[in-house]
């Protein structure tokens, strides 16, 4: 049972790194887009892309917080001890982001939105990049039953590498479906755009992945091992050939397409990690086995884990496919209760 909940556990992870990235990703583009007048149409295309579905993807990291802290608590209780500080601080990103993309939109005032704007962005940043460097901590070794919160543990350079790689990686997801949202909403002018960004990134995660290499090879030797190797040797390989898919769908302008090509690449990332630990949740100090909670408890995980896929898995199916297909609309200033008063646009 622990082994197959430690499986689930990488596949939500994977879900969370494609679903939540892609929206790390828009803001960060958000950040990019430059002053109120030059950022308005690329600011008013994240808007309206990522309105229907921001929040639900924030499901997928509830239920990686639920499975380690039930399935795994001598794991969460090493993670959270040694981890506290970057896991603060992409929690404290988290919530900011949230606030700043919901309440930016209803406000009419340009120097609140101004504000709100910046809180959104800024924290679409800083959020992966810690989520990433506590991975980098975890994947080098550096986190073990009873570790001490030190900076050693997780500003280190496998960590730092990581925290940016998961920059790219959403920067790369987020301009992938930007692209296809464009013209989704007639928004031609940003296709080119977006493509280019896109390409952009993706080179980004090429040149970061290159500098990793030795970096990994010295301060995260095991982890190394598994990913030139077995079962994570040939998910890297395959994330590869899906990521240059996606360079060169982009480049042939096949939008609908480069979205799943994307999605895989970043997805076999995360499964070829999961590979690369076995058998270990901390590589190399404790297994699947002596993390997992009491066999009871894993019992009821799986029971929960099985109706959550039954009654929430379709339902987010049907919320991202009815996004995509463009049939889910935006909230009005009706909806929403926005009125304008005196000093807006100020």
């Not at 939540?20 to 309206?48: C, F, N, Q, S, V």
């Not at 609140?112 to 679409?124: E, L």
């Not at 030190?150 to 990686?169: E, K, P, Q, R, Y």
């Not at 395959?238 to 997805?267: E, N, P």
């Amino acid at each position: 049972m622990a082994e197959f909940i430690a499986w689930v556990l990488v596949i939500v992870i994977a879900a969370y790194a494609c679903a939540g990235g892609t929206d790390y990703g828009a803001g960060l583009w958000d950040l990019m887009a430059g002053g109120a007048e030059r950022g308005k149409r690329p600011r008013w295309l994240i808007d309206h892309a990522m309105a229907p579905v921001w929040e639900a993807n924030n499901v997928w990291l509830i239920f990686v917080l639920i499975i380690m802290w039930t399935g795994f608590p001598t794991m969460f209780q090493a993670v959270f001890s040694a981890m506290w500080l970057p896991l603060a601080l992409a929690a404290a990103g988290l919530v900011l982001r949230g606030a700043g993309f919901a309440l930016r939109k209803p406000t009419r005032r340009l120097a609140q939105r101004r504000i709100y704007g910046a809180m959104f962005a800024v924290s679409s940043l800083v959020t992966p990049f810690f989520l990433g460097t506590v991975l980098g901590g975890i994947a080098s070794g550096r986190v073990e039953v009873g570790t001490t919160a030190s900076a050693d543990a997780w500003a280190n350079g496998t960590s730092v590498l990581t925290g940016l790689l998961a920059i790219a990686a959403t920067a790369f997801l987020g301009a992938v479906f930007l692209c296809s949202d464009a013209l989704r909403f007639g928004a031609d002018d940003l296709v080119d755009y977006f493509r280019l960004r896109a390409l952009i990134a993706f080179g980004a995660v090429v040149v970061l992945a290159l500098i990793a290499l030795p970096v990994t090879h010295d301060e995260a030797r095991f982890v190394w091992d598994g990913l030139t190797g077995g079962w994570g040797l040939v998910l890297v390989i395959l994330a590869a050939v899906c990521g240059l898919a996606t360079a060169l769908l982009l480049l042939r302008r096949s939008h609908g397409w480069s979205r799943y090509t994307a999605v895989a690449s970043v997805a076999l990332v995360v499964g070829a990690w999961g590979f690369a630990q076995r058998p270990y949740l901390l590589p190399t100090s404790l297994t699947v086995a002596e993390a997992a909670g009491a066999a009871t408890t894993l019992r009821w995980l799986m029971i929960v884990t099985g109706v959550a896929i039954v009654l929430v898995g379709p339902a987010l199916v049907v919320l991202y496919r009815l996004d995509t297909m463009g049939e889910l609309e935006e909230l009005t200033d009706a909806d929403t209760g926005a009125a304008r008063a005196p000093g807006d646009n100020l």
